[in-house]
């Protein structure tokens, strides 16, 4: 996966530090690409720095979609220009608060994001009410400017650090979000140091942006079209006497659309197609052992990791996805009684 982190910021030694924080926790086969825009502000802090920002960011954004970006991240914890990025990519954009804050969600109950100055403040108490989490958590400055953060003699750690121990004390913190990217350096270390998680959103948005699952398509083998389009390149069309003799009637396509085309060539890892008894075993299986109702275009997954495991990518977990439970009652009864 192609994953475009932009720091919308002009300061080239801030986007070093955030790309290497990103490779930190990227999975393998994750390509990272970290960049900023050549003109703009040296540090956003407050409102006016973020809107002086945007042309710069949005323009990495379309760039980025034009070399073959599949995500993004923005890489300032004010998630500036968030929604534009969003209109203009034809790709997931994740902000860093947003990607913090979902984390810390995971984590615990109550938690404090430590920024740099107070002017930062009123953007980060709004983000905190935008993504819903007024009650969970609040923002602090430790009192740094952003490029303090780049001078390791400024003194702005320690600061950082002072500002930690006081949210844990005075809020009850159970986690602390470190509100800036400048500071994407710092998490591994200050965990260990305050025995609690402290979370960089640079690394919590690379995490929530990739997966590492593979989607597995599943039809029968006497509708193929899917396949049979994937392998040759093109829609092919398959013939009707096949595709209407299968079991599973909501897959009797004789071809898939364009638009089905390109998002499967993107989107799939691959197809495997299922036997006609194999579709119906695997619905017996779905009724009685985990008491849902399915039709046999629905049980198609199943039979797919019940009966063709070894065509399947190998992992601990394998999820089938069960669509549609239209099925005749009649036919229920006959599937149950094996006939
Ligand atoms: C950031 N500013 O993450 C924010 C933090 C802040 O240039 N990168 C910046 O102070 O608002």
Redesign the pocket.
């Known amino acids: 996966m192609k994953l475009l982190v932009v720091n919308p910021?002009t300061t080239a030694s801030m986007t070093a530090k955030i790309g290497a924080a990103a490779r930190s926790v990227a999975a393998p086969g994750t390509e990272i690409e970290a960049v900023n825009p050549a003109m703009g502000p040296v540090?956003?802090?407050g409102f006016y720095d973020e809107a002086l920002c945007l042309p710069g960011l949005l323009t990495e954004i379309a760039a980025g979609a034009r070399r073959g970006a599949e995500a993004a991240i923005v890489?300032?914890?004010?998630d500036p220009g968030i929604d534009a990025a969003r209109a203009i990519a034809p790709f997931p954009v994740l902000g860093?608060c947003e990607a913090a804050m979902r984390m810390a969600g995971f984590l615990g109950h109550r938690f404090t994001i430590v920024?740099?100055?107070p002017i930062?403040l009123p953007?980060m108490d709004g983000l905190i009410r935008r993504y819903g989490m007024a009650e969970r958590g609040r923002a602090r400055a430790a009192g740094v400017p952003?490029l303090a953060l780049e001078d390791r003699a400024s003194g702005a750690v320690e600061k950082v650090r002072a500002e930690i121990r006081r949210a844990i004390a005075e809020d009850g913190a159970e986690c602390i979000l470190l509100?800036?990217?400048?500071m994407a350096d710092l998490a591994r270390d200050l965990t260990a140091e305050m025995g609690l998680p402290v979370i960089d959103g640079v690394a919590a948005a690379v995490k929530l942006s990739g997966s590492r699952a593979k989607v597995i398509g599943v039809e029968p083998a006497l509708a193929s079209d899917a396949q049979q389009s994937l392998r040759a390149g093109h829609v092919v069309r398959i013939a009707a006497e096949s595709a209407a003799s299968t079991v599973a009637d909501g897959l009797r396509t004789q071809s898939i659309g364009a638009l089905n085309f390109e998002h499967l060539t993107k989107y799939l890892d691959g197809v495997v197609t299922v036997a006609e008894d194999e579709i119906l075993r695997a619905m017996r299986q779905i009724i009685t052992g985990a008491r849902l109702m399915t039709e046999p275009s629905g049980a198609v997954t199943m039979a797919a990791w019940m009966f063709h495991a070894a065509e399947l990518p190998s992992s601990r977990k394998a999820v089938a996805i069960i669509s549609g439970g239209n099925a005749d009652p009649k036919q229920v009864a006959e599937v149950l009684e094996g006939r």
């Not at 890489?75 to 004010?78: E, G, L």
């Not at 509100?179 to 400048?182: L, S, T």
Request: hydrophobic share 40%; glycine share 10%; with cysteine.
């Open positions: 910021n540090s956003i802090e890489a300032c914890f004010d860093i920024t740099t100055l930062s953007a952003v509100g800036c990217a400048g």
